[in-house]
């Protein structure tokens, strides 16, 4: 009986990989990158497509130019639904394959790797989420969150809100609420937005949802109860799009209504159908596939049936951010290798190149990826980059660019943020390193 | 032939009344030990003492928590994930408050408080049985996790709601904190477990254990013989509740060293009530037969195919790995009701005839 089970399954098994088993990466001379994704579960429409973008762009670098600077790239996924635990299982298991760095996908997995970051030697690279005090790095060394933070984000929301009310002053009295995952992820705004609404007299309402986030009928209860001028969004997954119908159910003015950048993706939208016209929602990257990079995975990548999804899911928000995501990894190494020669490095060296790394806008453009996203050079002092907001707008069928380059407030954020480090730093026993002593 | 105790003579109650009757159990008992110690040393891996053997015994120390109110005093609980927050969180406040506390200490208190927690939720279940009783203690969880979430306090006013295991010392050995090494907390863990599973088992072998099963299987017939119900069911409440409260704490100071009030959502507590049933209601080993399956199952199915020279993608790898995994759970329910336990009790039974069967 039993055997029979395991036979079933093993033909099963040979049946469905049959196919997919050319995808496949020789290991020993290659630098080697952990992937923990999440394809299946609650969140599975946000994380396919980051996973998928960077995939590709992993794919486009190996394929186009044999490796960065001639050394390829291995990879390895592993699947974690988003869960915590799950992640650090995969951490553990991925971890005797000595990569060099590791990008979490989950701020609630970052909370878990950022303290076994110094004693495994791994960077982590959590870009634009994970933890913000993580962002100095005289006191963390190993975590990175370029090219900007949670609280970056939602000062700069907060700026974009007054630019279109006419002026910061004119957000006295303006009431905003602000929905939340109710989880260290969706929290991560919060003190930041507390402390714009003091600075600023606007009216804040927190308002939790809780994972997952499919059942929201008593916080849009609370919505229209309060009535609020904006709402911004903390979401992720399944959560995002029950949170637009929703509001488009209760006719809020969807223009007014802006997502954080892990909320603000094709699967968010699309099935609010017409009712989600007009929501908004930041981001540090362009949406839209015309871009050379994209040109480029096409014909490197799609053309030669190597791409890891479809070809016409590219240009969405999130597959995009997964193709900025490995850029940012591959350039750091690139970075890395400028200092310490075109072979397979240590984790250490990759943390040199992380900390130096300074992306112009010519690179960039030898990138394909020229108006794609924004330079960032990364300091010692600064693992933020501190980078501008862009707010895009979903017209029904794309999104669009709507604003300028919106600067966060590091006049606000840059004392908290330090603040906040020393606190997180003094938890896990660190010293503050001295940034100067290392030019 | 191999479980044939004849020629084992019984010449005082002690040796009557052993955990292990039998020299041969005695032997498997001591084998097994040896190997918690050399094997993970054999090993030498990391991932094994950090992903797979730490969770595995904070898991049974839970699964044996409920086992004692569910398998023993036939009380349904979905709490379990409550319980094992408030030991969690305790943990992380005795040991903020009191950086000097010796973090064994530090455990059993937040086992109290969780025993506590567990008696207040406990009071319903004289009036309440059976499903009704879940969806009482299903209330717990929600209750405990709502309310971790809300208070700032509980996560010393942590921005993101996040609690993270302090560096902390048993003899000068580092057991906590991210500096801690896999053997430390091992050793720890299996300490605490080893340590528990024996009371349990004394527990549930004497006066307190028995009124728990005639609670059980008869709770009028119980009170008429002179068992209080009351004083019964809250008592295994407690223990449950303590046990499970040390297991949360291991699980945020020794497994993830920082969590958040979702590291404790429902999941955990269907987790361990399925640890519980498969390993075997009312059996201690049960509860570690239970853990085993449930925390290596799952891993061994996400590596089997990679063991096998198998490149999948990894999402169908885990819905492979869901469907196998669900499928399991539900031939060992058919073969055995009674749980992974019963099983292991059969084949003693078989192999004391072997190799003669009737």
């Known amino acids: 009986m039993r055997n029979r089970i395991l036979l079933i399954f093993v033909l099963a098994a040979a049946i469905a990989v049959g196919p997919l088993a050319g995808a496949l990466l020789a290991q020993g001379g290659s630098i080697f990158i952990p992937l923990l994704v999440y394809r299946t579960g609650p969140y599975a429409p946000s994380g396919i497509p980051i996973a998928n973008g960077f995939v590709d762009y992993f794919t486009l670098v190996n394929e186009r130019d044999g490796g960065i600077n001639g050394v390829k790239i291995a990879w390895e996924e592993c699947e974690t639904q988003y869960d915590t635990k799950q992640g650090v299982e995969c951490y553990e298991r991925l971890k005797g394959k000595s990569p060099v760095l590791v990008n979490p996908y989950s701020t609630g997995i970052t909370y878990q790797l950022v303290p076994k970051a110094p004693v495994d030697k791994v960077v982590v690279f959590s870009m634009g989420y994970g933890m913000t005090a993580a962002a100095d790095g005289r006191w963390f060394p190993w975590v990175f969150g370029f090219p900007t933070t949670y609280w970056s984000q939602a000062s700069a929301v907060i700026r974009y809100i007054g630019t279109q009310e006419g002026g910061l002053d004119k957000?006295?009295?303006?009431?905003?609420?602000?929905?939340?995952?109710?989880?260290?992820?969706?929290?991560?705004?919060?003190?930041?937005?507390?402390?714009?609404?003091?600075?600023?007299?606007?009216?804040?309402?927190?308002?939790?949802?809780?994972?997952?986030?499919?059942?929201?009928?008593?916080?849009?209860?609370?919505?229209?109860?309060?009535?609020?001028?904006?709402?911004?969004?903390?979401?992720?997954?399944?959560?995002?799009?029950?949170?637009?119908?929703?509001?488009?159910?209760?006719?809020?003015?969807?223009?007014?209504?802006?997502?954080?950048?892990?909320?603000?993706?094709?699967?968010?939208?699309?099935?609010?159908?017409?009712?989600?016209?007009?929501?908004?929602?930041?981001?540090?990257?362009?949406?839209?596939?015309?871009?050379?990079?994209?040109?480029?995975?096409?014909?490197?990548?799609?053309?030669?049936?190597?791409?890891?999804?479809?070809?016409?899911?590219?240009?969405?928000?999130?597959?995009?951010?997964?193709?900025?995501?490995?850029?940012?990894?591959?350039?750091?190494?690139?970075?890395?290798?400028?200092?310490?020669?075109?072979?397979?490095?240590?984790?250490?060296?990759?943390?040199?190149?992380?900390?130096?790394?300074?992306?112009?806008?010519?690179?960039?453009?030898?990138?394909?990826?020229?108006?794609?996203?924004?330079?960032?050079?990364?300091?010692?002092?600064?693992?933020?980059?501190?980078?501008?907001?862009?707010?895009?707008?979903?017209?029904?069928?794309?999104?669009?660019?709507?604003?300028?380059?919106?600067?966060?407030?590091?006049?606000?954020?840059?004392?908290?943020?330090?603040?906040?480090?020393?606190?997180?730093?003094?938890?896990?026993?660190?010293?503050?390193?001295?940034?100067?002593?290392?030019? | 032939m191999i479980y044939r105790e004849a020629g084992q003579f019984k010449s005082s109650y002690a040796s009557d009344q052993a955990i292990f009757p039998i020299v041969q159990d005695r032997w498997v008992a001591l084998a097994l030990l040896a190997a918690a110690v050399v094997v993970p040393a054999a090993l030498g891996s990391d991932y094994w003492l950090q992903a797979i053997l730490i969770p595995f015994l904070i898991y049974a120390l839970a699964a044996l928590g409920l086992n004692i109110l569910t398998g023993y005093a036939g009380q349904l609980s979905l709490g379990t994930g409550g319980f094992m927050a408030v030991g969690g969180y305790a943990a992380f406040k005795f040991a903020t408050a009191f950086p000097g506390l010796n973090i064994l200490l530090v455990f059993v208190l937040s086992g109290l408080a969780a025993a506590v927690v567990g008696l207040i939720f406990g009071i319903p279940s004289l009036r309440i049985k059976g499903f009704y009783l879940a969806v009482a203690t299903l209330a717990s969880q929600f209750f405990l996790i709502w309310l971790f979430n809300k208070v700032a306090w509980f996560s010393n006013y942590a921005p993101s709601g996040t609690i993270t295991a302090p560096a902390r010392t048993v003899f000068g050995v580092m057991v906590t904190g991210p500096n801690a090494s896999p053997e430390a907390r091992y050793v720890v863990a299996i300490g605490v477990a080893l340590l528990f599973a024996l009371l349990a088992k004394n527990l549930v072998r004497g006066r307190v254990g028995r009124a728990w099963m005639a609670i059980r299987d008869r709770d009028i017939a119980a009170e008429i013989i002179g068992v209080r119900p009351l004083r019964t069911k809250l008592l295994a409440f407690g223990i449950s509740s303590f046990l499970c409260g040390i297991a949360g704490a291991e699980y945020v100071f020794l497994y993830l060293g920082s969590a958040e009030t979702q590291a404790f959502d429902i999941n955990l507590s269907f987790l361990v009530l399925f640890m519980v049933i498969i390993g075997g209601l009312g059996s201690v080993l049960g509860s570690f037969l239970g853990a085993a399956f449930i925390v290596m199952v799952p891993i061994f199915l996400a590596n089997a195919p990679h063991a096998l020279g198998l490149h999948m993608p990894v999402a169908l790898q885990k819905q492979l790995e869901l469907m196998v995994f669900g499928g399991l759970i539900l031939f060992f329910l058919i073969v055995e009701p009674n749980g992974l336990a019963r099983l292991w009790q059969i084949t003693k039974e078989k192999l004391r005839l072997w190799p003669f069967p009737h």
Request: net charge positive.
């Open chain 1, 171 to 439: 957000l006295k009295g303006k009431k905003i609420a602000h929905i939340f995952h109710n989880s260290p992820y969706g929290k991560e705004a919060n003190p930041t937005l507390e402390e714009l609404a003091k600075k600023y007299g606007f009216e804040l309402t927190q308002l939790a949802v809780d994972h997952p986030g499919q059942e929201q009928k008593s916080t849009w209860l609370q919505v229209r109860r309060l009535n609020p001028d904006w709402i911004f969004m903390s979401g992720w997954g399944v959560m995002n799009q029950v949170a637009v119908k929703e509001a488009a159910a209760i006719g809020f003015k969807m223009d007014r209504f802006i997502g954080n950048w892990w909320s603000a993706n094709d699967s968010d939208v699309v099935p609010a159908g017409d009712g989600a016209k007009g929501y908004k929602g930041a981001t540090f990257h362009a949406p839209g596939s015309n871009f050379k990079v994209h040109a480029e995975v096409v014909k490197h990548v799609y053309d030669k049936g190597k791409g890891a999804g479809k070809k016409e899911a590219m240009g969405e928000p999130l597959y995009n951010r997964g193709i900025v995501n490995a850029m940012f990894a591959a350039e750091a190494i690139r970075t890395a290798m400028g200092r310490h020669g075109n072979k397979v490095l240590t984790a250490e060296q990759v943390r040199w190149g992380f900390e130096n790394l300074n992306l112009t806008e010519q690179r960039l453009d030898q990138l394909g990826m020229k108006g794609f996203t924004h330079p960032v050079k990364v300091t010692c002092e600064d693992h933020e980059g501190n980078g501008p907001v862009l707010v895009q707008q979903w017209d029904g069928k794309k999104w669009t660019i709507v604003s300028d380059w919106v600067q966060p407030m590091r006049d606000v954020v840059r004392p908290k943020l330090e603040e906040a480090a020393v606190v997180e730093g003094k938890k896990l026993n660190y010293t503050m390193r001295d940034c100067a002593a290392e030019k």
